[in-house]
């Protein structure tokens, strides 16, 4: 089945202590992109990758870092989590970037 | 003004009625328009998509883009309560690198049987 799995589905933290969501897709995509979903705020892209060794900052990649080793991985590391980094978050992958994007189930973090 | 404005509802119909969802954009580079559906605790799934202004159908939902209003649409004919989701619009431009997708906010919809 063709999907994109993000890895863990819910995960509570402490402020300050490293993570890493993982994001695998079986589908050979090329782009992949990270989002976050708040209330009130929407999607937002925080990382985006056209390839492996091609990554570019989103709108809010403010207190995170990915990196795109394997073309079917694109992990999502949060250095020193803090509370305004509680979101759902959302990797998604596509073909060809212009539509079509398949997205995860979502990682929904809280960081205390 | 946002660049993708989207009524957040909550809109609620009876079964079998007509839907109409909407958005507004003040960008006029976007070219790649699409409609997201979400469930709850569930991630984005692609409804309908279209490339520049025009008309798309798939059965019970009809996607329209009019360019020179700035605005989009998703229909939906004969609305079921499985269609009680957030919908959302997205849109880009076109070109080389990261143009990315740019979302509304999201309309949730209730189809009452």
């Known amino acids: 089945e063709a999907q994109v799995t993000q890895n863990p589905r819910y995960l509570i933290t402490v402020t300050g202590k490293k993570l890493t969501v993982t994001c695998s897709q079986n589908?050979?995509?090329?782009?992949m992109s990270w989002y976050r979903q708040d209330p009130g705020l929407g999607l937002r892209q925080i990382y985006y990758?056209?390839?492996?060794?091609?990554?570019d900052k989103g709108d809010v990649p403010e207190g995170y870092k990915v990196s795109r080793k394997e073309k079917r991985n694109f992990p999502l590391i949060l250095e020193s989590p803090s509370p305004n980094q509680t979101s759902l978050y959302f990797c998604?992958?596509?073909?060809?970037?212009?539509?079509?994007?398949?997205f995860g189930s979502g990682t929904r973090l809280t960081v205390v | 003004q946002k660049e993708v404005e989207q009524d957040p509802g909550p809109l609620s119909v009876p079964e079998g009625a007509i839907v109409s969802l909407n958005c507004t954009y003040s960008?006029?580079?976007?070219?790649?328009f699409m409609w997201y559906r979400q469930y709850s605790r569930k991630g984005p799934e692609l409804l309908m998509y279209?490339?520049?202004?025009g008309n798309k159908e798939d059965g019970r939902f009809t996607a329209q883009v009019d360019k020179s209003s700035k605005y989009i649409s998703l229909f939906i004919r004969d609305s079921q309560p499985s269609d009680s989701a957030t919908y959302l619009c997205?849109?880009?431009?076109?070109?080389?690198?990261?143009?990315?997708?740019?979302f509304g906010k999201g309309t949730r919809l209730s189809v009452i049987a």
């Open positions: 998604a992958s596509s073909a060809t970037g212009n539509y079509g994007y398949t």
């Open positions: 589908m050979n995509h090329e782009y």
């Open positions: 990758s056209m390839n492996v060794e091609v990554t």
């Open positions: 960008n006029s580079a976007f070219q790649y």
């Open positions: 279209t490339y520049s202004s």
């Open positions: 997205a849109m880009r431009a076109s070109g080389v690198g990261n143009t990315p997708l740019v």
